[in-house]
Protein backbone atom coordinates (compact mmCIF):
# COMPACT_ATOMS: atom_id res chain seq x y z
CA UNK A 1 0.00 0.00 0.00
CA UNK A 2 1.25 3.36 -0.90
CA UNK A 3 0.61 6.19 1.67
CA UNK A 4 1.13 9.50 -0.89
CA UNK A 5 3.38 12.67 0.79
CA UNK A 6 3.99 15.90 -1.16
CA UNK A 7 7.15 17.49 -1.24
CA UNK A 8 8.25 20.94 -2.06
CA UNK A 9 11.79 21.47 -2.91
CA UNK A 10 12.92 25.22 -2.32
CA UNK A 11 15.92 24.90 -4.45
CA UNK A 12 15.29 23.96 -7.67
CA UNK A 13 18.63 22.32 -8.34
CA UNK A 14 17.91 19.47 -6.01
CA UNK A 15 14.31 18.53 -8.19
CA UNK A 16 16.28 18.74 -11.26
CA UNK A 17 19.25 16.72 -9.77
CA UNK A 18 16.61 14.09 -8.16
CA UNK A 19 15.14 13.97 -11.96
CA UNK A 20 18.27 13.38 -13.72
CA UNK A 21 19.67 10.62 -11.19
CA UNK A 22 16.24 8.71 -11.25
CA UNK A 23 16.49 8.79 -15.65
CA UNK A 24 20.29 7.41 -15.17
CA UNK A 25 19.30 4.74 -13.26
CA UNK A 26 15.63 4.17 -15.17
CA UNK A 27 13.75 4.62 -12.18
CA UNK A 28 10.67 6.93 -11.24
CA UNK A 29 11.46 10.16 -8.80
CA UNK A 30 9.22 8.47 -6.49
CA UNK A 31 10.90 5.28 -6.38
CA UNK A 32 14.85 7.32 -6.15
CA UNK A 33 12.90 9.76 -3.70
CA UNK A 34 11.68 7.24 -1.21
CA UNK A 35 15.07 5.20 -1.67
CA UNK A 36 17.39 8.27 -0.58
CA UNK A 37 15.14 9.33 2.21
CA UNK A 38 15.14 5.62 3.72
CA UNK A 39 18.80 5.46 3.18
CA UNK A 40 19.29 8.82 5.10
CA UNK A 41 16.70 8.14 7.83
CA UNK A 42 18.77 5.05 8.57
CA UNK A 43 22.08 7.41 8.28
CA UNK A 44 20.79 9.31 10.81
CA UNK A 45 20.30 6.46 12.99
CA UNK A 46 23.12 4.61 12.16
CA UNK A 47 26.43 7.66 11.49
CA UNK A 48 28.87 5.19 10.79
CA UNK A 49 27.26 3.16 8.10
CA UNK A 50 26.56 4.40 4.48
CA UNK A 51 25.01 2.75 1.76
CA UNK A 52 26.54 1.78 -2.08
CA UNK A 53 25.75 0.71 -5.36
CA UNK A 54 27.11 -3.12 -6.42
CA UNK A 55 26.26 -6.35 -8.09
CA UNK A 56 23.47 -7.23 -5.61
CA UNK A 57 21.98 -3.62 -5.58
CA UNK A 58 22.66 -0.82 -3.02
CA UNK A 59 23.32 -2.23 0.42
CA UNK A 60 24.80 -1.02 3.63
CA UNK A 61 28.48 -0.66 4.69
CA UNK A 62 30.70 -0.04 7.33
CA UNK A 63 31.84 3.28 5.95
CA UNK A 64 34.65 2.84 3.71
CA UNK A 65 34.86 -0.75 5.00
CA UNK A 66 32.82 -4.08 3.81
CA UNK A 67 29.29 -4.54 3.62
CA UNK A 68 27.44 -4.90 6.53
CA UNK A 69 26.45 -8.67 5.63
CA UNK A 70 30.07 -9.05 5.78
CA UNK A 71 31.07 -8.18 8.96
CA UNK A 72 27.97 -9.85 10.55
CA UNK A 73 28.75 -13.02 8.45
CA UNK A 74 32.33 -12.90 10.09
CA UNK A 75 31.20 -11.64 13.79
CA UNK A 76 28.24 -14.21 14.19
CA UNK A 77 29.46 -17.42 12.08
CA UNK A 78 32.44 -19.92 12.82
CA UNK A 79 33.62 -21.60 16.14
CA UNK A 80 34.86 -17.84 17.84
CA UNK A 81 33.63 -17.48 21.77
CA UNK A 82 31.06 -15.09 21.98
CA UNK A 83 33.13 -12.73 24.16
CA UNK A 84 36.00 -12.86 21.31
CA UNK A 85 33.61 -12.38 18.22
CA UNK A 86 34.17 -8.10 18.19
CA UNK A 87 37.94 -8.29 18.65
CA UNK A 88 38.14 -11.01 16.18
CA UNK A 89 36.28 -8.85 13.61
CA UNK A 90 38.22 -5.59 14.28
CA UNK A 91 41.38 -8.01 13.31
CA UNK A 92 40.21 -9.62 10.27
CA UNK A 93 38.25 -6.57 9.29
CA UNK A 94 41.19 -3.78 9.66
CA UNK A 95 38.24 -2.10 11.20
CA UNK A 96 37.53 0.11 15.00
CA UNK A 97 35.79 -1.65 17.49
CA UNK A 98 33.17 1.06 17.35
CA UNK A 99 32.79 0.32 13.34
CA UNK A 100 32.13 -3.25 14.43
CA UNK A 101 30.03 -2.08 16.62
CA UNK A 102 28.08 0.31 14.64
CA UNK A 103 27.66 -2.67 12.25
CA UNK A 104 25.90 -4.70 14.86
CA UNK A 105 23.56 -2.27 15.46
CA UNK A 106 22.46 -1.93 12.73
CA UNK A 107 21.99 -5.64 11.96
CA UNK A 108 19.87 -5.45 15.44
CA UNK A 109 17.40 -3.43 13.34
CA UNK A 110 17.96 -4.39 10.19
CA UNK A 111 17.92 -8.33 10.63
CA UNK A 112 16.00 -9.91 8.01
CA UNK A 113 17.36 -7.59 5.50
CA UNK A 114 20.90 -8.46 6.43
CA UNK A 115 20.28 -12.15 6.94
CA UNK A 116 18.47 -12.03 3.28
CA UNK A 117 21.52 -10.66 2.40
CA UNK A 118 24.17 -13.31 3.52
CA UNK A 119 21.68 -16.24 2.32
CA UNK A 120 21.95 -14.53 -1.34
CA UNK A 121 25.76 -14.52 -0.98
CA UNK A 122 26.01 -17.75 -0.22
CA UNK A 123 23.40 -19.20 -2.82
CA UNK A 124 25.88 -17.07 -5.27
CA UNK A 125 28.76 -18.62 -3.83
CA UNK A 126 27.52 -22.05 -3.95
CA UNK A 127 26.18 -21.70 -7.74
CA UNK A 128 29.81 -20.28 -8.57
CA UNK A 129 31.59 -23.40 -7.19
CA UNK A 130 29.12 -25.75 -8.90
CA UNK A 131 29.85 -24.15 -12.11
CA UNK A 132 33.58 -24.58 -11.60
CA UNK A 133 33.36 -27.41 -10.48
CA UNK A 134 31.67 -28.88 -13.96
CA UNK A 135 34.90 -26.85 -16.01
CA UNK A 136 36.73 -28.62 -14.26
CA UNK A 137 34.80 -32.12 -14.98
CA UNK A 138 34.33 -30.98 -18.30
CA UNK A 139 38.56 -30.37 -18.84
CA UNK A 140 39.30 -33.51 -16.82
CA UNK A 141 36.77 -35.52 -19.04
Do not use: C
Not at 20 to 34: I, P
Not at 38 to 57: I, K, M, T
Not at 110 to 129: G, K, P
Amino acid sequence: MSHPVSVRFHDPRVAEQLRSEAATRSASTSALAEELIDEGLRARRHPLVSFRDGPAGRRAHVGGGPDIWEVIEGLVGGDVPPGKRISRAVKVFGLRREQVEAALAYYAEFTMEVDAQIDANRRAAEEAEALWRRQQDLLAG
